[in-house]
Structure formats: structure tokens, C-alpha cells
């Protein structure tokens, strides 16, 4: 009776031993399983806040990238006849005391390039002449460009104005003037055609300008020239007894004058379609 009563004993506390050896090993699964989801929810949450952080960054990098574009647009359209590609980032920094650094805020750094990306493709127009490059808003070029397609011309003129409607009255300058040298040469050639005039007591006329001192200087007939006592040339009209500091002489084959909004005679060569601020006609010595 006293064996059967151990064995009872025992049974019973082997099953209790098993009892709590199932709650222990439960209570270790149930620990790891809540550390297990306490670690994935601490994954989850860093993978949001660096989501939210990329997506705030890339938010504020298309802001940057938004203002950036606005200040360009905003550039050429104060400076409505353009802005050379050499002289761009010194105007950009005199306008917003700011650095010129497309590269860091777009990513490119080639003014071509970020001319034709989004937010500037719609509105700037690229002029090229030689190894001149020009951006201008597309409106101010729209404007310009119904006096002349001449895009030559049209840099000329924008190069040596101070806004886009003196750059509109300089080309419808130029284009009278080319008119006019057109007719002339036209009317030249059709002389030309034409048997030479007899002699006159004068010599023979020409249509090349003599500009030596044999000639007068190339002055057209009834002018003469002198100097004040100060050095300075002026012209005397004999036949009409007035005087003047403009030089009467006619240009050379080719040439034509112009001025600036500001007053400043320049030059133009329709051939080489070169400007220039000298005279192409010889200097008159006295």
C-alpha cells in the first residue's frame, strides 16, 4: 500500500513539474513573440521615419529646384534682351546676391541643357550667332521677331540695348537703313549697267568714295573741313553757309551707321555683320 502511495506521489509531482515546465517554456514563447514584434515594429517605424524624412527631403528639394526656375525666369525678364550664356551666373549673383550653382540644385550644369529641362523649356528661347549664345524669354523674343527673323541682326541690336522695346525700335532701324542701302546698291548696279557718263570739269564721277587729301578728304562737293583752337574737326557747308560736327562724307561700299537708345553713333558692316564703335572712315588730319 505505502509503494502504491509513492508511485501516486510521484506521478503527481512529475505532473507538476510538467505543468510548470509547459508554463515556463509558454511564458519564453510568449516573451520572444512579444520582443519579436516590439523589434518589428521598431523596423516599421524606422522605415517610416525615413520615408517621411526622403519624402520631406524630396519635397524640399522640388521647392528649391521650383524657386530656382522662378528667379531664372524672373532674371530674363528684367533683363528682357537677354542674357549672354558667359555673363549668366555673374547676373544671376548680382540680381540675388546668390551663388550660381545649378549642379547642386538641378544636377546640371551645361546652360543648354538646363535651358531645355522643365519649368524653363516653355519659356526661354536660345539665340545663336557665331560663338554667341543668348537666353531670352520666349515673349520678349516673340515680340522681336515680327520686325526680323534675322537672328544676327536681332542679337546686334539686343547686345547694345538696354530693353526690349529700344532693341525693337534699334532692328527697325537697322531694317530701314538695310532697305535703303539695298535700293542704293540697286540703283548702283543699274548705272553700272549704263554707258559712263561723259567728262565733266570736275573729272569723272565714281561710285567709290576717294577718301585722300587730294580729294577733300572724300567730302561731297561745296564742304570743307576745319579745326577749332581747340583741335576738334568741324564741317563747313559753303553753299548753304552753316556748319556742322558730323562728318558729311558717304560711308564705305558696305557700311551704315546706327545709334544707340543712349545717343552713341556705331557702325555696322552688312557683309561681315560685324558692329563696331570706330569710324570706317579715314581719319581726316589736319
Known amino acids: 500500500?505505502?509503494?502504491?502511495?509513492?508511485n501516486v506521489q510521484k506521478s503527481q509531482e512529475n505532473a507538476r513539474a510538467n505543468i510548470?515546465?509547459?508554463r515556463s517554456n509558454r511564458f519564453q514563447q510568449q516573451e520572444q513573440e512579444r520582443k519579436r514584434k516590439a523589434k518589428e515594429l521598431e523596423r516599421q517605424k524606422k522605415e517610416a521615419d525615413a520615408a517621411a524624412r526622403r519624402q520631406e527631403a524630396e519635397r524640399l528639394r522640388k521647392m528649391e529646384q521650383k524657386n530656382f526656375i522662378t528667379k531664372?525666369?524672373?532674371l530674363l525678364d528684367t533683363k528682357s534682351c537677354g542674357i549672354d550664356f558667359d555673363d549668366f551666373g555673374n547676373a544671376f549673383f548680382f540680381k540675388y546676391n546668390l551663388e550660381w550653382n545649378p549642379e547642386r540644385i538641378l544636377g546640371l550644369k551645361d546652360l543648354d541643357d538646363i535651358f531645355r529641362s522643365n519649368g524653363l523649356q516653355s519659356t526661354v528661347e536660345i539665340l545663336r550667332g557665331g560663338m554667341t549664345r543668348r537666353a531670352i524669354l520666349r515673349k520678349h523674343y516673340q515680340k522681336?521677331?515680327?520686325v526680323s527673323n534675322d537672328t544676327n541682326d536681332i542679337l546686334t541690336v539686343l547686345a547694345i540695348?538696354?530693353?526690349?522695346?529700344?532693341a525693337i525700335s534699334q532692328l527697325r532701324q537697322m531694317?530701314?537703313?538695310?532697305?535703303?542701302a539695298k535700293r542704293q546698291q540697286q540703283r548702283a548696279q543699274q548705272m553700272q549697267r549704263q554707258p559712263p557718263p561723259a567728262p565733266t570739269p570736275y573729272g569723272i564721277q565714281s561710285?567709290?568714295?576717294?577718301?585722300?587729301?587730294s580729294n577733300n578728304w572724300g567730302l561731297p562737293r561745296g564742304w570743307r573741313v576745319k579745326k577749332t583752337g581747340g583741335g576738334r574737326l568741324f564741317f563747313v557747308n559753303d553753299a548753304t553757309k552753316s556748319t556742322q560736327w558730323i562728318d558729311p562724307r558717304p560711308m564705305p561700299s558696305g557700311w551704315r551707321s546706327g545709334k544707340t537708345p543712349k545717343g552713341r553713333t556705331f557702325y555696322i558692316n552688312d557683309s561681315t555683320k560685324h558692329t563696331q564703335w570706330d569710324d570706317p572712315r579715314p581719319k581726316i588730319w589736319l
Open 1 to 6: 500500500h505505502s509503494a502504491f502511495l509513492s
Open 144 to 146: 522681336i521677331k515680327i
Open 207 to 213: 561710285s567709290t568714295v576717294n577718301y585722300s587729301q
Open 20 to 22: 510548470s515546465s509547459e
Open 175 to 180: 531694317m530701314q537703313q538695310k532697305e535703303a
Open 72 to 74: 531664372i525666369n524672373n
Open 161 to 166: 540695348s538696354e530693353n526690349i522695346d529700344g
